[in-house]
C-alpha cells in the first residue's frame, strides 16, 4: 500500500465518483457524487429528484378520493402504511369516529405490510453485499403476506386498502388460509434466517463497525424509524403517540445501541419477531371483536371544513407525517408529507467519508431506502 | 459411434429411369425429423435461440421494480423460461425493462442506457407510468410514457402488473422474436 502523502496530504489526486443513478445497489435511482482519496470517501454528494413525480402538487388537483391511490405509491413497499397518515389527517378535518373493527383491520394489514416491507429491506441489504440467495427466502415469506393482502382486497402492492371512514373490506376465508399460512411459515423463517446470515464470516467484516452512528447524531439528523433505534433511541409512535387503537396492545420495542450496518440488520430481524407476535395479538382481538360496521357514515362528496390537519404514523422506514391544508372546497389545498427515508438520508454525509466504496453499499442498503417516497 | 446406413439416402439402389432430378430416394421433411434432422435458414435458428436467452437490464425506477423483482424469486422463478440472468451493465443486456416511471430527470440516463446496449435490442414498458404516464400523467415532471423515449416493443398493463403479467409479457416478445411478421398479438384462446 502507497504510504506517501503529497502536499494536501492525500494519497493521490481527489476525483469524483459518479454512484448512481443506474446503479444495482442504489434501491432505484439514487445517485450520489462521491469524492475520492484513492479508495477512501472523502465526502459524499447525494442527489435525489429522478423519480420525483410531483406528487404533492398533484394530489392539490385532485379530489380528496382521487389522491388517495397517490400515497401507496410513495413508500412503495408498504402501500396501506402510506394511506393512513394521508387518511388519519383528512379524517381529523372531516371529524369522523372510525369504528373499532376498522381501527383495527387498518392495523393488521399494516403490520402485515410492515413485515413484508421488513423482509425486503433485509433480503435487498444480504444481495447487495453478494449474498444472492439471501434474497430468495425473505421474498418467499414476503409472498405469504401478499397473500393476505391479495385475498383481502385484490391487490398485491398498491392497495389503496384504507379509506376515509373505514377499510374497504373486511376479512374473508380466503384471508383466513392466507393468514394461517403466514402464520405457520414466519416462526420458522427467522430462525432460519438467523442460522444462514448472522455468523457469516463476510457479512460481518462488511457490516460490522461500518457507518457508526451515535445516539446524538442520530436525533440530530432526524433519524426515525429501525434506523433511530439501532442507535439506542427507544423512540415508537405505535407505543410512544398510539393512533388507532394501538393503545389496546403492547407494543415490545427493541432497541439497540451500537449503531452500525449489523445493528441496523438484527434491528430489523428483532423487530419482525415483534411485529409477527402484534399480527397474531391483532388478528385474536379482531376475532373476539363483534361483526359490525367497517366504515363510518361519510359522505359521498368529500369537503372537509377548512383548516389544517396533521396526522404521523410509524412507518417501517420511520416516521410518517402528513400534512392536510383544506379551503372546505372538493380538493386539499395544500398536501405535505414528511417522508422518513428523505430525512434518514441526510446523514449520508455525515458518516460516509472514511469508508471505502463497497461500505458505502453497506451503509446504503443498511438504511433500507425507497426512492418513490425520496423523491415524492 | 459411425453411422454404418447413410440416414439421408437409405433407399439407394440404383437410378431408376424417368427420373432425372434423382430425387426419388430423398426422405420427406416429416421423415427426415423423425431421424433427428432439421431443415432451416440461419435466421429462424437465431431468432429461436435469441427467444430463449433474453438477457434483461437491471434497471428499476419505481413500483414496477419490485414486481419485476418478485418475477425473478422462487415463487414465479422467470428462469424457468430463459430470462433470469439480469446483467448490471447495458453492455450485456438486450431487453431493456423500463420498470416505473420515467421523469423528465431520469430521461437522459434512460436514453443513454438503450443507447448503450448492443444491437439487437428490445424494450419492454411495465405499467402505466411506463405505457403513457399513468397517475402522473399530467405531472410537471413526468415523461408521458417510455416510447417518447425509446421505441417499446411490448407494453404490459398493470399499477403495478402481476408477476405472472410480466411473464407473459416477456412471453409475448419471444413470440414477437420468432415470428417477426405477426402484427398483432395472437392468442390460443380455448
Redesign the interface.
Known amino acids: 500500500m502507497n504510504t506517501e502523502t503529497n502536499k494536501q496530504g492525500r494519497y493521490s489526486e481527489v476525483y469524483q465518483l459518479n454512484f448512481g443513478?443506474?446503479?444495482?445497489s442504489t434501491h432505484?435511482?439514487l445517485h450520489m457524487l462521491v469524492e475520492m482519496d484513492g479508495e477512501t470517501c472523502i465526502g459524499v454528494d447525494t442527489k435525489i429528484?429522478?423519480?420525483?413525480?410531483?406528487?404533492e402538487?398533484?394530489l392539490e388537483?385532485r379530489t380528496y378520493l382521487q389522491g388517495l391511490?397517490?400515497t401507496d405509491?410513495l413508500d412503495?413497499?408498504a402501500g396501506v402504511n402510506n394511506n393512513l397518515p394521508y387518511v388519519l389527517a383528512v379524517e381529523k378535518l372531516l371529524g369522523v369516529e372510525v369504528p373499532a373493527r376498522a381501527s383495527l383491520l387498518r392495523m393488521l394489514t399494516c403490520e402485515i405490510m410492515r413485515l413484508a416491507s421488513y423482509m425486503?429491506g433485509v433480503g435487498i441489504y444480504i444481495m447487495d453485499l453478494g449474498a444472492v440467495s439471501g434474497?430468495?427466502y425473505p421474498?418467499?415469506e414476503?409472498?405469504y403476506a401478499l397473500d393476505c393482502m391479495s385475498a383481502l382486497c385484490g391487490a398485491?402492492?398498491?392497495q389503496s386498502y384504507i379509506r376515509y371512514g373505514g377499510v374497504q373490506a373486511d376479512i374473508n376465508e380466503e384471508f383466513d388460509v392466507a393468514y394461517q399460512k403466514l402464520v405457520a411459515e414466519t416462526p420458522r423463517f427467522i430462525e432460519m434466517y438467523h442460522k444462514l446470515v448472522d455468523e457469516n464470516e463476510i457479512f460481518l467484516r462488511r457490516t460490522k463497525g461500518i457507518g457508526v452512528i451515535s445516539a446524538e447524531d442520530a436525533m440530530d439528523y432526524a433519524l426515525t424509524g429501525p434506523n433511530l433505534r439501532a442507535s439506542g433511541v427507544d423512540y415508537d409512535l405505535r407505543r410512544d403517540a398510539p393512533y388507532c387503537l394501538y393503545d389496546r396492545f403492547k407494543i415490545e420495542v427493541p432497541v439497540l445501541t451500537a449503531g452500525d450496518c449489523y445493528a441496523r440488520y438484527v434491528q430489523r430481524m428483532l423487530e419482525v419477531e415483534k411485529i409477527f407476535q402484534l399480527i397474531k395479538e391483532i388478528y385474536a382481538a379482531l376475532k373476539e371483536e363483534p361483526a359490525g360496521e367497517i366504515m363510518a357514515k361519510i359522505p359521498k362528496v368529500l369537503k372537509p371544513a377548512a383548516g389544517e390537519a396533521y396526522a404521523q404514523t410509524e412507518n417501517p422506514k420511520g416516521i410518517m407525517g402528513c400534512l392536510v391544508a383544506s379551503e372546505g372546497k372538493l380538493n386539499p389545498l395544500r398536501v405535505h408529507f414528511r417522508r422518513p427515508s428523505f430525512d434518514n438520508i441526510a446523514i449520508f454525509e455525515k458518516i460516509m467519508p472514511g469508508h471505502k466504496v463497497a461500505d458505502l453499499v453497506s451503509i446504503i442498503a443498511s438504511f433500507d431506502i425507497v426512492?418513490?417516497e425520496i423523491?415524492g | 459411434m459411425a453411422l454404418k446406413t447413410n440416414i439421408l439416402f437409405p433407399r439407394r439402389v440404383g437410378m431408376p429411369e424417368g427420373d432425372p432430378a434423382n430425387t426419388h430416394d430423398l426422405l420427406t421433411p416429416e421423415e427426415l425429423e423423425s431421424r433427428g434432422i432439421l431443415f432451416t435458414s440461419l435466421d429462424k435458428l437465431f431468432r429461436w435461440g435469441t427467444g430463449w436467452s433474453l438477457w434483461p437490464l437491471q434497471f428499476g425506477l419505481a413500483c414496477c421494480a419490485i414486481e419485476m423483482i418478485c418475477t425473478t424469486q422462487t415463487r414465479f422463478d422467470m428462469s424457468r423460461f430463459g430470462f433470469e440472468v439480469f446483467r448490471n451493465s447495458p453492455r450485456q443486456a438486450d431487453v431493456m425493462l423500463v420498470a416505473g416511471t420515467i421523469t423528465e430527470k431520469m430521461r437522459p440516463s434512460v436514453e443513454l442506457l438503450y443507447h448503450q446496449m448492443p444491437e439487437p435490442k428490445w424494450v419492454i414498458a411495465i405499467g402505466s407510468c411506463a405505457i403513457s404516464g399513468g397517475p402522473f400523467v399530467d405531472s410537471y415532471a413526468v415523461v408521458a410514457g417510455a416510447d417518447k423515449v425509446v421505441p417499446v416493443d411490448v407494453y404490459i398493463p398493470g399499477c403495478p402488473p402481476r408477476p405472472e403479467a410480466i411473464i407473459d409479457g416477456m412471453l409475448q416478445l419471444k413470440a414477437k422474436l420468432r415470428h417477426p411478421e405477426r402484427q398483432k398479438v395472437v392468442r390460443d384462446v380455448k
Open positions: 443513478p443506474q446503479h444495482p432505484g435511482v429528484g429522478y423519480l420525483h413525480r410531483g406528487m402538487k398533484l388537483s391511490p397517490y405509491r412503495y413497499l425486503v434474497v430468495f421474498f418467499q414476503r409472498e398485491r402492492m398498491t426512492l418513490g423523491d
